[in-house]
């Protein structure tokens, strides 16, 4: 279903840009680090998994024109693999309080539902 695909992946890139934005102001800006590289070597690393859950919405919102119907769940499956990961350590590393994996969780069952309807 196109539409569900395309708003889903919208979704996705915001909630990667809320993610990365939240993270860098409220955990990586507060926090005490030893030098500057070693602040800015954190942030990098928070701001990929943002730079790759946005690429994985842009595949999500492309994938109808960038599947046919037979492949397209695989494709979204596939761009939904960065999503399991931040899902997964998510849940486990704040013992499921935090609320960004149920987003990304919501955002990854859109995705195939649309990718298979």
């Keep these: 279903m196109t539409p ?5 992946g ?3 890139i915001a ?5 990365g934005y939240l993270g860098e102001a409220r955990l990586i800006g507060p926090a005490i680090f030893p030098n500057r590289q070693a602040k800015q070597l954190v942030s990098a690393i928070w ?4 730079a790759t859950w946005i690429a994985s919405g842009i595949v999500i919102a492309a994938s109808p024109w960038l599947f046919d ?7 979204v499956a596939f761009a939904c693999l960065p ?6 350590a ?14 990304f969780l919501g955002v990854a069952a859109a995705a ?3 990718a298979v309807v």
């Excluded at 998510?90 to 987003?103: L, P, S």
């Design 4 to 8: 569900l695909l395309v708003l889903d």
């Design 10 to 12: 919208l979704l996705c």
């Design 15 to 19: 909630a990667a840009c809320l993610h």
């Design 47 to 50: 701001q990929l998994s943002t």
């Design 69 to 75: 119907d037979a492949r397209r769940p695989w494709g």
């Design 83 to 88: 999503l399991a990961w931040g899902i997964l």
């Design 90 to 103: 998510n849940a486990w590393i704040t013992r499921g309080r935090h609320f960004g994996w149920k987003i």
């Design 112 to 114: 195939m539902v649309g």
